[in-house]
C-alpha cells in the first residue's frame, strides 16, 4: 500500500479524490488536511468531515490548515461549488472530528515520524505545503514524493495563463515546485481527459449505495456549474487524477520539464511557464500529458463500489 496525505479545498472533485483515496486497496489515507481555496477554509473542513462521514472514514486524522494565501487575499470559486463549497447534496451533522493540530504541524509530524514512505497529494492551493517547506526544510527528503492537481502547459481556467490551485497562491506553488522533491504537475491537459460523462455517471449510480448517490449528486451539481461557466457539457474531474497516478502511475504519461511560476505578470500571475526542452532550467517536474480515461474510470467507479461494501476492502 502507498500511504498518502490529501491536501484539499473540498470542492467536489477534491470530494471524488477522498472516495478514490479511501476505495483503494492500493492507498493508505493517512490524513486529510484542508486549505482555503474553492471555498473559506471553515467550509472546506466541514465539507471534508461531511465526505469522511457518509463514507464511513474513521480512522483517518482530518485537519484544518491555512485560511489565505501566502501574501494575496483569498479568492474561492463558489460560482464553481457553490456557496457551502460542496452544494448539491443534502448533508446530515458531521459525525467525524477535526484533528486539534494546524494541518502544517501535522503535515511535518507525520514526514518526520515517517520513514520517508509518505506521498503528497495537494488537490488545492498549496499554502499549507509551502508553510511546511518553510518551517521544516527537512520534510522535502522525507516525503516520497509530491503528486498535485495544479497548473497546466496549454491552457488556463482562472484566466487564460493560470489554473485556479495556482492561481490562488502563486507565492506558494514557487516555493513547492523549487524545494527540490520528486514532483508531478497533474495539470488541466490531463484532467480535462477526465469527462464524468453520462456513461460514466450511471456506471455509478448503477451501484446503488449512499456513497455513489452523493457521488452522482456532486458530479451532476459540477456538471451544471462547469456548462454555465466553462462551456463544457461533461465536467472534467480534476483532483482524483492525483491519486490515481499514486495507485497506478501507469494511469497517465508524464514528461520531465522545467516549470516556473509566474508570480509578477499582469496578466499572467499564476502561469505554470512549462519547458520541454531544457533551455529554461533543469527538470524539476513530470508533467502529465496524456490519461489512460478507461482505466482512470474503473479506478474511480470499484473505489466508490468497495466503500459501499466495506466487508470487500483489502485489510
Ligand atoms: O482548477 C481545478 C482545481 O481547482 C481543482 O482542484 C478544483 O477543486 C479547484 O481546487
Ligand atoms: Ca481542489
Not at 186 to 201: E, F, I, M, N, S
Not at 203 to 225: D, H, K, N, W, Y
Not at 277 to 303: C, E, H, I, Y
Request: hydrophobic share 45%; proline share 6%; net charge negative.
Amino acid at each position: 500500500m502507498k500511504k498518502i496525505i490529501l491536501d484539499c479545498d473540498p470542492g467536489h472533485d477534491d470530494a471524488m479524490a477522498i472516495l478514490l483515496a479511501h476505495g483503494s486497496p492500493e492507498i493508505e489515507l493517512v490524513a486529510i488536511t484542508t486549505v482555503a481555496g474553492n471555498q473559506t477554509l471553515d467550509k472546506t473542513s466541514l465539507n471534508a468531515r461531511r465526505v469522511c462521514t457518509v463514507a464511513g472514514i474513521r480512522d483517518v486524522l482530518v485537519a484544518a490548515g491555512c485560511d489565505r494565501p501566502l501574501i494575496r487575499e483569498l479568492k474561492t470559486a463558489a460560482y464553481i461549488h457553490g456557496e457551502s463549497g460542496l452544494d448539491g447534496p443534502s448533508f446530515g451533522e458531521p459525525t467525524v472530528a477535526l484533528d486539534p493540530r494546524h494541518a502544517v504541524d501535522l503535515i511535518i509530524e507525520l514526514l518526520m515520524q515517517s520513514n520517508g514512505d509518505i506521498t503528497l497529494v495537494p488537490t488545492g492551493p498549496l499554502t499549507n505545503i509551502a508553510m511546511a517547506v518553510r518551517k521544516e526544510p527537512r520534510i522535502i527528503q522525507k516525503a516520497r514524493e509530491i503528486v498535485l492537481m495544479g497548473g497546466a502547459y496549454t491552457r488556463g481556467n482562472t484566466t487564460p495563463a493560470a489554473e485556479f490551485n495556482i492561481y490562488v497562491d502563486p507565492e506558494a506553488a514557487a516555493i513547492v515546485f523549487t524545494a527540490g522533491w520528486p514532483l508531478t504537475m497533474v495539470g488541466l491537459d490531463l484532467t480535462h481527459q477526465a469527462l464524468a460523462t453520462p456513461a460514466v455517471l450511471q456506471r455509478i449510480a448503477a451501484l446503488g449505495t449512499p456513497v455513489s448517490r452523493l457521488a452522482v449528486q456532486l458530479m451532476e451539481f459540477f456538471r451544471e456549474t462547469y456548462r454555465r461557466n466553462s462551456g463544457f457539457d461533461s465536467p472534467p474531474v480534476h483532483d482524483p487524477c492525483a491519486v490515481a497516478r499514486v495507485i497506478d502511475p501507469k494511469v497517465m504519461h508524464c514528461v520531465d520539464a522545467f516549470v516556473a511560476i509566474e508570480t509578477h505578470g499582469e496578466f499572467t500571475s499564476g502561469m505554470t511557464v512549462t519547458d520541454f526542452s531544457g533551455r529554461l532550467g533543469p527538470t524539476n517536474a513530470q508533467v502529465a500529458t496524456k490519461l489512460d480515461v478507461a482505466r482512470f474510470w474503473d479506478l474511480m467507479v470499484d473505489a466508490i463500489e468497495r466503500i459501499g461494501a466495506p466487508a470487500v476492502r483489502a485489510s
